[in-house]
């Protein structure tokens, strides 16, 4: 059964003069929260085999911090993540083939939207809630099919759970 989880990039410094957008960096807080979000994950019993990750600094620091919770995982720097909408991450997801779990280490408005438009019928009511409202900065929303990865579609899928990183210390 394909697991998707939609982690959206921790907290980053803030936009400033001279500085690319793609090129924030992750603040302390933020290094500390992908830590936890990845130990929060594997807690959970989930082991990503796939990272798709957009080029900006901070989802590539995101997952080098997350990335040590898990075993093996394949990371693929994806250009097509970073200003991307839903068709767009569908579009990546349908080219999967076959791979069991997938991490999506990506953006704002863009991954609470994809849960939401991915999530089906019997997923569960407080992470349809939460995604509502927009993932927050080092949180991942878990969704299983029960088609491959080429199949999915709108509301084809289970919203299982949101995971968080964000209960850290300043």
């Not at 779990?101 to 438009?117: D, F, L, N, R």
């Not at 878990?142 to 999915?152: A, G, K, Q």
Request: hydrophobic share 40%.
């Amino acid at each position: 059964m394909p697991t998707l989880i939609l982690a959206r990039h921790a907290k980053a410094e803030a936009p400033a003069p001279g500085l690319s957008d793609s090129a924030r960096a992750l603040e302390l807080i933020g290094r500390k929260a992908s830590t936890l979000l990845g130990q929060v994950i594997a807690r959970a019993g989930i082991s990503p085999d796939v990272a798709l990750v957009s080029p900006s600094l901070r989802t590539q620091q995101t997952w080098k911090l997350m990335a040590p919770s898990f075993g093996e995982c394949e990371t693929i720097t994806d250009d097509e993540l970073y200003e991307t909408h839903v068709s767009g991450l569908l579009e990546v997801l349908h080219g999967l083939g076959d791979a069991g779990t997938v991490v999506v280490v990506g953006h704002e408005p863009t991954s609470s939207a994809a849960a939401a438009h991915l999530a089906g019928p019997g997923s569960d009511k407080t992470a349809l809630q939460r995604v509502a409202h927009g993932l927050p900065t080092a949180t991942a929303a878990v969704l299983e099919f029960d088609c491959p990865w080429s199949e999915i579609t709108s509301r084809c899928g289970r919203l299982v759970s949101v995971l968080s990183g964000r209960d850290v210390e300043e």
